[in-house]
């Protein structure tokens, strides 16, 4: 390792971590089996809302192989699930933050809801048992509609009649009913932003077991960020001491905001492992899936821009109501809010900006972040009304943009962020080239010699990564840090391995990482393990959501790499007997400047564990060091998208024929795992603008409760994708210049589907349509506008 | 066939919305009351309200097979292995691959027979593994991710293919769809881009948004072609 | 509760004697309408009854004038047949298009038409093509066979041996998939038959049915353009999440037109 060799940053490297799922020697939860493994089934509840007014257990306790029944009588002095974000009213009040329980408790407020636990020898037995349990309902009206929620006259919870959990408001009032006053024009919007399922392809899956030998507890658990998971599970919910247990996620097979939450089931599986004394292990069924996980998005909202004459926006308003569901799952008030209508700038010097969001409960299935998660739903608002504005003012979608843009940076938008760096121009210039913007007229007449429409469509996205600043946070309401710690482990041997409070359940952290760490040490990759998900190994984590693994998670491990460094340089210093200050580290060498006096990384990893020949007075032996990192600022990850798609005016199908983006994500480590990120991101977007659609009716039954009802994409779906990443302008405030990419795909794509449709759409006089733009749904648009 | 469209039964024949009372299922879970659908079909014992069932979670979610299944003894070879046991009858391939065998490669994503995440190949061809029962294969040969993986560390070039394009991100769908592409090079060993994409229908990937997949099966058409 | 039990019977007669002895078993063709409604608590028979040891249900046969296909013929093995490639490519293609490919690995046309799924493929071929399906009994024709949801002219007990399907003249499937399920929202199959042009339409009712209205326009003239002006009215056909009645009406026509082109 004596010569420079080229950098691992930046290089497309294959993934360490491929092999064992390539294999099929991965192991997620469901593929462990404990000793004396025992089985959990949930009696869930098939009612929306309905009093409880008794349960009978006995016959389910007598069936064969059942180890114990447990209710929600069951579970005295435990706590609900906690909600991590408290959001205060316009009034100064805090948010209704009703009691989420682990098992139902008097009521059940969603169908799907946890309302029994059944343990038994084996999984069908526990299904069996659960199926004599007579549970005897005062089945209520239900309250689903988003909208109505409000005013429907039925209370979720007696403790928010109204159903409304918060009023909550940002952005100066006064300042944008002036400008609105002054303006020339005024678009306004309505539209609905769609409810997700999340659907990672990994059911929620859990197993606890307690160790009766010093009263400690292991779960294995589906999550996103198993310290968090522990610290709300004891300290909030179960009352066990925090270092008695142990959380494990071992392969996560994918989350994307769905696995970061505390939920009912694993909590109620360590609170019962140790009343059964055995392990007990449960595994969504798809359909408890589909029920159960926090669903994303579901936004009502109503928007207004106001234009000079030239087109510059002076001001905007926004008045969005969200669903949060039964209850507020961990994140959910602060999506809405902090994660929403900060966003709402844009890329645009939009001088006055006011959004006003209304949470309300409903018996629905708790709603929280989903790949996004607040900015998607900024982003779709924003470009959707942007390009309508541009049709009204008869501008080009693109001109009307670009008199728009920031160009100066630092720029404090009016909703609080304060973006440090961006070229926008850059990456809509590129798109524009990519998707071959100028053969658009030739295609479009191609498309209607086939008796097809063709549209396109843009988006320009930008989305606040790298969650997030603890003190900030804090002030608008988190109840936890967001920084990141890492440990780098060197051995004695020069090998490393590095602990990481970011959890990889898809993200490649094993490989991107160990390219940072092998590049910052000058060893091969192979030289360097990633290890996560497991409280205990890893000394703390706050998890992977947000795309913050490499802005946070990263920079804490180059934080860690720093010390390292800095502990070599006194080692080197003291066996070359020159000053620390003198001794330079590169190319995995500790070198004397200006001279050949050098000690490999090796030799000084030896050194540090066999210091025979040491400063001991003055250091300590051993090479391991541990970092925390707290970000200064957001990460402002950004791009444009466009999107071409053909409409079928028979029937309304729609079919996407290309897809171009380009995105400014700063430094970039590895190029194919990023890419990888944007086409998964753009393939949920394209989901949700065409397919995705959870829908219940009336009554609080879910109406899109399977694959054969709600649509995923398929390979089939997507169209081959043109994706670029920009040369990017490096975040200004992270020691990697990393901007986070996993999110950028799902929030810069449905705009850019749906305005190509409208565009589509446009010559027979469709001006508006929701998504998801099912072929039914367009069908009917142009039915309506053909009357 | 593949599934049943319940929503469609739903709205089509239940006049009414009220859930269906708990006795009702209670009598439908003890009934065995169900539809046609099998190749026998008398007087369909048709009744509209209890397709509440299928969104009366309560139901079915709880409502198991019956306990005490038969045992049934078959011999298959799995993985090139012969495997003589007796299982019960309603025992599906998916469970006895990774419950009885430890073979837990192959994964189960969904309980309708919809994502393709449990595919192996049984007789060559692939299937979907949870809605295939043990008791069907008697003296077929079943191949999983496990079998097609060489024993000394290398990768079967569909497996290299997908690793060299980046095709797999979390991994949980991958064995099934690695199962899937090599049929579908098999029987369409030089399809388009289009035909790979039509040939994964079965498979869901919420990761990748499938362009690396079908990257990676055209990449090994050609190496496995060579 | 009783064990569950299975047979694999070695011969028709020994399938059809387990199948009528006991009303609650379930012939395990394929399995896989059958098993998913297992998993779902839809279904809870008291026995499979096998029928993979009987191969003769397996042949596909072809003469001048029909093509038989065995009731226990997987979907793939009809789509890859060069004889029914040869004879009916429509049936071909239909059965190409049925599930994915591991349904069509399984999944079997006896199966398929025993079920009558209401957006099932096969039974818009029967009807268009005005096939036979024979059973261990009788041949039942192809009118009247399909009497509703889920529900066959089929006695208890009674099994598909196979299905007759004369060679047509033109004949053409075209499918509009349900998003999601990727069965056929509205399925149209034309066809030109020695019985005159038969219109069957599958996903849009209970079961499968004719169109007499496209049948007596494609009657006057066999071209694209006859399919223009015949509407269909939206009465008695299936409303959900996915389309409407109106909608589902409007596509019959539409994707007749596209069959014929």
Same mark, same amino acid.
């Given at each position: 390792?004596? +010569?420079?060799?080229?950098?691992?940053?930046?290089?497309?490297?294959?993934?360490?971590?491929?092999?064992?799922?390539?294999?099929?020697?991965?192991?997620?939860?469901?593929?462990?089996?404990?000793?004396?493994?025992?089985?959990?089934?949930?009696?869930?509840?098939?009612?929306?809302?309905?009093?409880?007014?008794?349960?009978?257990?006995?016959?389910?306790?007598?069936?064969?192989?059942?180890?114990?029944?447990?209710?929600?009588?069951?579970?005295?002095?435990?706590?609900?699930?906690?909600?991590?974000?408290?959001?205060?009213?316009?009034?100064?009040?805090?948010?209704?933050?009703?009691?989420?329980?682990?098992?139902?408790?008097?009521?059940?407020?969603?169908?799907?809801?946890?309302?029994?636990?059944?343990?038994?020898?084996?999984?069908?037995?526990?299904?069996?048992?659960?199926?004599?349990?007579?549970?005897?309902?005062?089945?209520?009206?239900?309250?689903?509609?988003?909208?109505?929620?409000?005013?429907?006259?039925?209370?979720?919870?007696?403790?928010?009649?109204?159903?409304?959990?918060?009023?909550?408001?940002?952005?100066?009032?006064?300042?944008?009913?002036?400008?609105?006053?002054?303006?020339?024009?005024?678009?306004?919007?309505?539209?609905?932003?769609?409810?997700?399922?999340?659907?990672?392809?990994?059911?929620?899956?859990?197993?606890?077991?307690?160790?009766?030998?010093?009263?400690?507890?292991?779960?294995?658990?589906?999550?996103?960020?198993?310290?968090?998971?522990?610290?709300?599970?004891?300290?909030?919910?179960?009352?066990?001491?925090?270092?008695?247990?142990?959380?494990?996620?071992?392969?996560?097979?994918?989350?994307?905001?769905?696995?970061?939450?505390?939920?009912?089931?694993?909590?109620?599986?360590?609170?019962?492992?140790?009343?059964?004394?055995?392990?007990?292990?449960?595994?969504?069924?798809?359909?408890?899936?589909?029920?159960?996980?926090?669903?994303?998005?579901?936004?009502?909202?109503?928007?207004?821009?106001?234009?000079?004459?030239?087109?510059?926006?002076?001001?905007?308003?926004?008045?969005?109501?969200?669903?949060?569901?039964?209850?507020?799952?961990?994140? +959910?008030?602060?999506?809405?809010?902090?994660?929403?209508?900060?966003?709402?700038?844009?890329?645009?010097?939009?001088?006055?900006?006011?959004?006003?969001?209304?949470?309300?409960?409903?018996?629905?299935?708790?709603?929280?972040?989903?790949?996004? +998660?607040?900015?998607?739903?900024?982003?779709?608002?924003?470009?959707?009304?942007?390009?309508?504005?541009?049709?009204?003012?008869?501008?080009?979608?693109?001109?009307?943009?670009?008199?728009?843009?920031?160009?100066?940076?630092?720029?404090?938008?009016?909703?609080?962020?304060?973006?440090?760096?961006?070229?926008?121009?850059?990456?809509?210039?590129?798109?524009?080239?990519?998707?071959?913007?100028?053969?658009?007229?030739?295609?479009?007449?191609?498309?209607? +010699?086939?008796?097809?429409?063709?549209?396109?469509?843009?988006?320009?996205?930008?989305?606040?990564?790298?969650?997030?600043?603890?003190?900030?946070?804090?002030?608008?309401?988190?109840?936890?840090?967001?920084?990141?710690?890492?440990?780098?482990?060197?051995?004695?041997?020069?090998?490393?391995?590095?602990?990481?409070?970011?959890?990889?359940?898809?993200?490649?952290?094993?490989?991107?990482?160990?390219?940072?760490?092998?590049?910052?040490?000058?060893?091969?990759?192979?030289?360097?393990?990633?290890?996560?998900?497991?409280?205990?190994?890893?000394?703390?984590?706050?998890?992977?959501?947000?795309?913050?693994?490499?802005?946070?998670?990263?920079?804490?491990?180059?934080?860690?790499?720093?010390?390292?460094?800095?502990?070599?340089?006194?080692?080197?210093?003291?066996?070359?007997?020159?000053?620390?200050?003198?001794?330079?580290?590169?190319?995995?060498?500790?070198?004397?400047?200006?001279?050949?006096?050098?000690?490999?990384?090796?030799?000084?990893?030896?050194?540090?564990?066999?210091?025979?020949?040491?400063?001991?007075?003055?250091?300590?032996?051993?090479?391991?060091?541990?970092?925390?990192?707290?970000?200064?600022?957001?990460?402002?990850?950004?791009?444009?998208?466009?999107?071409?798609?053909?409409?079928?005016?028979?029937?309304?199908?729609?079919?996407?024929?290309?897809?171009?983006?380009?995105?400014?994500?700063?430094?970039?480590?590895?190029?194919?795992?990023?890419?990888?990120?944007?086409?998964?991101?753009?393939?949920?977007?394209?989901?949700?603008?065409?397919?995705?659609?959870?829908?219940?009716?009336?009554?609080?039954?879910?109406?899109?409760?399977?694959?054969?009802?709600?649509?995923?994409?398929?390979?089939?779906?997507?169209?081959?994708?043109?994706?670029?990443?920009?040369?990017?302008?490096?975040?200004?405030?992270?020691?990697?210049?990393?901007?986070?990419?996993?999110?950028?795909?799902?929030?810069?794509?449905?705009?850019?589907?749906?305005?190509?449709?409208?565009?589509?759409?446009?010559?027979?006089?469709?001006?508006?349509?929701?998504?998801?733009?099912?072929?039914?749904?367009?069908?009917?648009?142009?039915?309506?506008?053909?009357? | 066939?593949?599934?049943?469209?319940?929503?469609?039964?739903?709205?089509?024949?239940?006049?009414?919305?009220?859930?269906?009372?708990?006795?009702?299922?209670?009598?439908?879970?003890?009934?065995?009351?169900?539809?046609?659908?099998?190749?026998?079909?008398?007087?369909?014992?048709?009744?509209?309200?209890?397709?509440?069932?299928? *969104?009366?979670?309560?139901?079915?979610?709880?409502?198991?097979?019956?306990?005490?299944?038969?045992?049934?003894?078959?011999?298959?070879?799995?993985?090139?292995?012969?495997?003589?046991?007796?299982?019960?009858?309603?025992?599906?391939?998916?469970?006895?691959?990774?419950?009885?065998?430890?073979?837990?490669?192959?994964?189960?994503?969904?309980?309708?027979?919809?994502?393709?995440?449990?595919?192996?190949?049984?007789?060559?061809?692939?299937?979907?593994?949870?809605?295939?029962?043990?008791?069907?294969?008697?003296?077929?040969?079943?191949?999983?991710?496990?079998?097609?993986?060489?024993?000394?560390?290398?990768?079967?070039?569909?497996?290299?293919?997908?690793?060299?394009?980046?095709?797999?991100?979390?991994?949980?769908?991958?064995?099934?769809?690695?199962?899937?592409?090599?049929?579908?090079?098999?029987?369409?060993?030089?399809?388009?881009?289009?035909?790979?994409?039509?040939?994964?229908?079965? *498979?869901?990937?919420?990761?990748?948004?499938?362009?690396?997949?079908?990257?990676?099966?055209?990449?090994?058409?050609?190496?496995?072609?060579? | 509760?009783?064990?569950?039990?299975? #047979?694999?019977?070695?011969?028709?007669?020994?399938?059809?004697?387990?199948?009528?002895?006991?009303?609650?078993?379930?012939?395990?063709?394929?399995?896989?309408?059958?098993?998913?409604?297992?998993?779902?608590?839809?279904?809870?028979?008291?026995?499979?009854?096998?029928?993979?040891?009987?191969?003769?249900?397996?042949?596909?046969?072809?003469?001048?004038?029909?093509?038989?296909?065995?009731?226990?013929?997987?979907?793939?093995?009809?789509?890859?047949?060069?004889?029914?490639?040869?004879?009916?490519?429509?049936?071909?293609?239909?059965?190409?298009?049925?599930?994915?490919?591991?349904?069509?690995?399984?999944?079997?046309?006896?199966?398929?038409?025993?079920?009558?799924?209401?957006?099932?493929?096969?039974?818009?071929?029967?009807?268009?093509?005005?096939?036979?399906?024979?059973?261990?009994?009788?041949?039942?024709?192809?009118?009247?066979?399909?009497?509703?949801?889920?529900?066959?002219?089929?006695?208890?007990?009674?099994?598909?041996?196979?299905?007759?399907?004369?060679?047509?003249?033109?004949?053409?499937?075209?499918?509009? #998939?349900?998003?999601?399920?990727?069965?056929?929202?509205?399925?149209?199959?034309?066809?030109?038959?020695?019985?005159?042009?038969?219109?069957?339409?599958?996903?849009?009712?209970?079961?499968?049915?004719?169109?007499?209205?496209?049948?007596?326009?494609?009657?006057?003239?066999?071209?694209?353009?006859?399919?223009?002006?015949?509407?269909?009215?939206?009465?008695?056909?299936?409303?959900?999440? #996915?389309?409407?009645?109106?909608?589902?009406? #409007?596509?019959?026509?539409?994707?007749?037109?596209?069959?014929?082109?």
């Amino acid at each position: 390792m004596n +010569a420079a060799r080229a950098p691992l940053i930046g290089r497309s490297v294959e993934r360490k971590e491929d092999y064992r799922f390539l294999t099929g020697v991965g192991q997620y939860t469901d593929d462990i089996v404990l000793p004396g493994q025992s089985y959990g089934c949930f009696l869930r509840s098939p009612h929306a809302h309905a009093r409880i007014r008794s349960i009978d257990t006995a016959p389910a306790r007598g069936s064969p192989g059942v180890l114990a029944v447990y209710t929600g009588e069951d579970l005295t002095g435990i706590g609900g699930l906690p909600c991590g974000w408290l959001i205060k009213s316009v009034d100064g009040t805090p948010m209704k933050e009703p009691k989420h329980p682990v098992l139902a408790e008097g009521k059940v407020r969603h169908v799907g809801e946890q309302v029994a636990l059944v343990v038994a020898e084996s999984i069908a037995q526990a299904k069996a048992a659960a199926a004599l349990i007579e549970v005897d309902y005062e089945v209520l009206p239900a309250v689903t509609d988003t909208a109505s929620a409000a005013a429907s006259g039925t209370s979720v919870h007696d403790s928010a009649p109204d159903n409304v959990c918060y009023t909550w408001s940002i952005g100066d009032e006064a300042g944008v009913a002036a400008a609105f006053a002054q303006a020339a024009h005024v678009t306004t919007l309505q539209l609905v932003n769609n409810r997700l399922i999340p659907n990672a392809i990994e059911p929620r899956a859990a197993n606890a077991v307690h160790s009766a030998a010093d009263d400690s507890y292991t779960l294995y658990v589906t999550s996103q960020n198993p310290h968090v998971e522990r610290l709300l599970m004891t300290a909030f919910v179960l009352g066990i001491p925090e270092h008695k247990v142990r959380v494990i996620a071992p392969d996560v097979g994918g989350g994307f905001g769905s696995k970061i939450y505390l939920y009912a089931e694993e909590t109620a599986l360590v609170w019962a492992s140790k009343r059964v004394g055995r392990p007990i292990k449960w595994t969504a069924e798809r359909s408890e899936s589909f029920l159960t996980d926090a669903h994303g998005r579901d936004h009502v909202s109503t928007a207004e821009l106001a234009l000079d004459a030239e087109g510059h926006f002076l001001a905007l308003r926004v008045r969005t109501t969200a669903n949060m569901g039964a209850y507020l799952s961990t994140f +959910a008030s602060c999506i809405p809010t902090i994660l929403y209508a900060t966003l709402l700038a844009g890329q645009y010097a939009t001088p006055h900006i006011h959004c006003t969001v209304q949470a309300v409960f409903t018996n629905t299935a708790p709603v929280d972040a989903y790949r996004g +998660a607040g900015r998607p739903e900024a982003t779709y608002l924003l470009e959707r009304i942007v390009e309508r504005a541009a049709r009204e003012l008869a501008i080009d979608p693109v001109e009307l943009r670009r008199r728009n843009f920031i160009r100066k940076f630092p720029h404090a938008t009016p909703v609080g962020l304060t973006y440090d760096t961006g070229d926008y121009d850059a990456t809509l210039n590129r798109v524009l080239e990519l998707a071959d913007v100028a053969g658009y007229p030739a295609r479009k007449q191609a498309s209607a +010699a086939k008796g097809l429409l063709r549209g396109i469509g843009y988006s320009c996205y930008i989305e606040a990564c790298g969650l997030a600043p603890s003190n900030i946070a804090g002030a608008l309401g988190a109840r936890a840090g967001l920084f990141e710690a890492a440990e780098v482990r060197v051995h004695p041997t020069g090998k490393v391995t590095v602990f990481t409070g970011s959890h990889s359940h898809g993200q490649g952290h094993e490989t991107t990482f160990a390219q940072v760490v092998a590049d910052r040490l000058g060893l091969p990759l192979e030289d360097v393990d990633i290890q996560h998900g497991d409280t205990g190994k890893v000394l703390f984590g706050m998890g992977t959501y947000g795309s913050r693994s490499l802005a946070v998670g990263g920079s804490a491990i180059v934080k860690a790499l720093d010390k390292i460094v800095a502990k070599g340089k006194k080692i080197t210093a003291h066996l070359l007997e020159a000053s620390d200050a003198d001794v330079e580290f590169e190319h995995g060498e500790f070198r004397i400047a200006g001279t050949d006096r050098k000690k490999t990384f090796a030799e000084i990893a030896l050194t540090a564990y066999v210091p025979h020949n040491y400063p001991l007075d003055t250091l300590e032996p051993g090479l391991n060091e541990n970092a925390f990192y707290d970000p200064t600022n957001f990460t402002y990850p950004a791009g444009s998208y466009v999107c071409e798609v053909e409409v079928d005016p028979q029937t309304g199908q729609v079919r996407v024929d290309r897809f171009s983006a380009s995105d400014d994500f700063g430094n970039v480590i590895n190029p194919m795992i990023v890419e990888g990120q944007v086409h998964g991101g753009i393939a949920q977007g394209i989901g949700q603008a065409l397919l995705e659609g959870c829908r219940y009716n009336e009554d609080g039954q879910l109406l899109t409760g399977s694959f054969t009802d709600y649509a995923m994409p398929r390979a089939d779906d997507m169209p081959r994708l043109a994706i670029e990443l920009a040369p990017g302008t490096p975040c200004t405030h992270n020691p990697l210049g990393a901007k986070g990419c996993g999110e950028a795909g799902a929030i810069g794509s449905p705009p850019a589907v749906i305005n190509a449709v409208l565009d589509a759409l446009a010559p027979l006089r469709v001006t508006d349509i929701d998504m998801p733009a099912t072929p039914h749904r367009v069908w009917e648009a142009i039915r309506r506008h053909a009357r | 066939m593949a599934f049943l469209w319940f929503h469609h039964i739903l709205e089509q024949c239940t006049g009414e919305d009220a859930p269906l009372p708990r006795k009702a299922r209670a009598w439908v879970c003890r009934k065995k009351h169900t539809f046609s659908a099998g190749f026998t079909t008398g007087p369909t014992p048709w009744r509209p309200r209890a397709l509440r069932l299928y *969104n009366d979670l309560g139901a079915f979610t709880i409502l198991g097979s019956r306990s005490h299944p038969m045992s049934v003894p078959i011999e298959l070879i799995v993985n090139g292995k012969s495997v003589a046991v007796d299982v019960e009858a309603d025992t599906l391939l998916s469970s006895f691959l990774r419950e009885h065998l430890r073979l837990t490669g192959t994964h189960v994503g969904c309980d309708t027979a919809s994502c393709g995440a449990c595919t192996v190949h049984v007789g060559g061809r692939a299937v979907k593994s949870c809605n295939v029962l043990v008791a069907q294969l008697n003296g077929l040969e079943v191949t999983t991710i496990e079998g097609i993986t060489p024993r000394d560390g290398s990768l079967h070039p569909m497996q290299a293919a997908f690793k060299a394009c980046h095709g797999l991100q979390c991994g949980f769908c991958t064995a099934g769809m690695i199962m899937s592409a090599i049929d579908l090079l098999e029987h369409r060993p030089h399809g388009t881009e289009e035909e790979i994409r039509a040939g994964l229908e079965g *498979n869901l990937c919420r990761c990748t948004g499938y362009h690396n997949i079908v990257k990676a099966v055209a990449m090994a058409a050609k190496t496995m072609g060579s | 509760m009783s064990a569950i039990a299975y #047979h694999r019977p070695s011969s028709l007669t020994e399938a059809a004697e387990l199948a009528e002895s006991d009303p609650e078993a379930r012939i395990l063709a394929g399995g896989q309408s059958v098993l998913p409604s297992m998993k779902l608590g839809l279904l809870a028979p008291s026995a499979f009854i096998d029928l993979a040891a009987l191969g003769e249900l397996r042949a596909i046969r072809a003469d001048r004038k029909t093509v038989t296909i065995g009731a226990m013929t997987t979907h793939a093995a009809v789509a890859a047949s060069p004889q029914i490639i040869a004879a009916i490519p429509s049936l071909a293609k239909l059965a190409a298009g049925i599930g994915d490919p591991q349904v069509r690995n399984r999944g079997t046309i006896g199966g398929s038409l025993a079920n009558s799924d209401p957006a099932a493929d096969y039974p818009a071929a029967v009807l268009a093509l005005n096939a036979t399906v024979r059973t261990n009994r009788r041949s039942l024709p192809a009118d009247g066979f399909f009497k509703g949801l889920f529900e066959t002219a089929l006695a208890p007990g009674e099994l598909i041996t196979a299905v007759e399907f004369p060679i047509p003249g033109r004949a053409a499937y075209v499918k509009f #998939h349900q998003p999601a399920s990727r069965f056929a929202l509205v399925g149209v199959f034309v066809a030109q038959t020695s019985a005159g042009v038969r219109v069957a339409v599958t996903g849009a009712g209970p079961c499968a049915f004719r169109v007499g209205a496209l049948e007596d326009a494609l009657s006057r003239r066999l071209a694209p353009e006859a399919c223009e002006g015949v509407s269909i009215p939206a009465e008695n056909l299936n409303t959900d999440i #996915h389309a409407s009645a109106e909608y589902r009406a #409007h596509l019959i026509p539409v994707l007749a037109r596209r069959a014929l082109a």
